[in-house]
């Protein structure tokens, strides 16, 4: 846990250094992730934003935040398993009023059910990119199934911790009735969300 928190402190540094040092600090290739190694998500790099449309005009957006995370490797690097928990107290829309309304019990009841949590133990990939991760969802006590397929992933070494990260770009389209979410379906808010997955993780091996 020491090593996690540390881990974690450094990769907050690293953000906030990131404005001061680039470009000249520029992060050099690293190859795909390492087989057998275990990587640490970075919650300064990893969010869930989702999207729901609404009344067939606009779509709402919002944005949860990360508590922690993990992927680890298989030793073949051909698959890997992940586990990573959301706080969906962290959410916002950028309107207070509907913020308040997301964590109440009409959506996400917040009191009772305060994270959610993405456990796959099912990764695919070709060479050393992953291309989709099928994995469950568990959120308001129900799990369910969810396919998150990558629109980009690549490995880095960073200049400012001296670690390599990996990470990418997933997205999937869920139904929130599945989990229970089901306000404002009769009229006008749409039970399809899109969601939009960024996730980076460093290397602790």
């Known amino acids: 846990m020491k090593k996690l928190l540390t881990l974690a402190a450094l990769t907050t540094a690293a953000a906030l250094a990131g404005a001061q040092q680039a470009p000249e600090a520029a992060a050099k290739p690293a190859g795909g992730p390492v087989k057998g190694a275990s990587y640490v998500v970075d919650p300064t790099h990893t969010f869930v934003n989702y999207e729901m449309g609404h009344y067939g005009t606009t779509t709402n957006r919002g944005r949860f935040s990360t508590k922690d995370g993990m992927v680890k490797i298989d030793p073949s690097g051909t698959g890997a398993s992940i586990d990573i928990t959301m706080d969906i107290s962290s959410i916002n829309t950028g309107v207070d009023l509907l913020n ?41 006590g129900q799990s369910r199934p969810v396919l998150l397929k990558a629109n980009r992933f690549n490995c880095y070494l960073s200049p400012l911790i001296n670690r390599q990260i990996c990470g990418g770009d997933f997205e999937t389209t869920v139904e929130r009735s599945q989990w229970g979410i089901s306000w404002g379906l009769a009229f006008g808010f749409e039970d399809k969300v899109r969601l939009l997955v960024q996730v980076e993780a460093v290397n602790i091996q």
Do not use: C, W, Y
């Open 100 to 140: 308040r309304h997301l964590l109440s019990k009409d959506f996400f009841n917040v009191a009772e059910f305060p994270t959610a949590r993405f456990v796959a133990d099912k990764v695919d990939f070709s060479g050393d990119k992953i291309t989709q991760v099928n994995g469950t969802l568990t959120l308001m």
